[in-house]
């Protein structure tokens, strides 16, 4: 990205003399540190959970954030809030875009899925740059600056394969290790990320088991992505049949252009 942006760059102070907008129709989602904080303190929040995602959401995300609040709530919190905050910068060009990506996750607010009176979504501006271990606390950074006391961090996030052998360059778990020993970080909590899998004998999306591994199925991407384009339907319980039509309608419209 550096190499392609010119002969130039310029660093040192920035000053911003008017808010830059995009006018694709997301804009309203675009919500400054300030702003989020302001709304959080309207709804009555003592609590805020960030969750970081530039894919889809699927039954086992949002049961995973389900679970947060209600941990929150157990521990004598008021009103815990979802901070769903979506990349919205550079992602791989296989990766849905935007736009797509949150008309989906409005489909899931609408069915229920997630609580909508319990969640705001608001695009995190970032680019995805699969820079690892420094990635991530810049992902986590920049939550607790927007008035987030948790943090939900994911398995491997910000990796990348080696070019060569395609082998993970980072442990899976390093987001959680490096997150726990960053300095800076202590106004926030890290709440690990469970494994999620489509549990065969209850018909719907459940915390992995290795005892029980037989019962489950893991439906990758590229599944899911064959499944859209062909116009197929994933298991009863794996995403809301409405955001799933979303990606379906997503997929085919690519399929045909």
């Known amino acids: 990205m550096v190499l392609e942006s010119g002969d130039w760059l310029v660093g040192g102070a920035i000053e911003v003399p008017e808010r830059i907008r995009w006018n694709d129709g997301l804009d309203e989602f675009r919500k400054t540190p300030a702003e989020l904080q302001e709304e959080f303190r309207r709804r009555g929040s003592e609590a805020v959970f960030a969750f970081q995602l530039r894919n889809p959401i699927h039954n086992g995300h949002a049961l995973l ?45 609408r069915e229920g899925v997630l609580d909508e009176a319990h969640t705001v979504l608001a695009i995190f501006p970032s680019p995805m740059l699969y820079a690892g271990p420094t990635e991530v606390q810049w992902h986590c950074r920049t939550r ?15 990796g990348m394969p080696h070019p060569d052998t395609k082998k993970d360059l980072y442990d899976p778990t390093h987001g959680k290790k490096v997150l726990q020993m960053a300095p800076g970080l202590t106004k926030l909590e890290i ?27 893991f439906i990758s991407g590229t599944q899911m992505r064959h499944l859209a384009r ?7 319980g794996f995403m809301a049949p409405s955001a799933w039509k979303v990606l379906a309608d997503y997929y085919r419209s690519i399929q045909h252009s």
Do not use: C
């Not at 607790?144 to 939900?152: E, N, R």
């Open 144 to 158: 607790m600056v927007a008035g987030a006391q948790f943090y939900i961090v994911g398995r491997d996030p910000a």
């Open 191 to 217: 709440v690990p990320f469970r494994e999620a899998a489509y549990n065969k004998k209850l018909g719907r999306m459940d915390y992995y088991r290795s005892q029980h591994h037989d019962e489950f199925d």
């Open 65 to 109: 954030m389900q679970d947060t609040r209600d941990t929150l709530l157990k521990r004598g919190y008021k009103e815990p809030l979802l901070l769903l905050h979506p990349l919205g910068g550079w992602t791989k060009d296989d990766d849905v875009p935007l736009s797509v990506r949150i008309e989906q996750h409005k489909a899931v607010l």
């Open 230 to 236: 062909t116009g197929q339907t994933p298991p009863d």
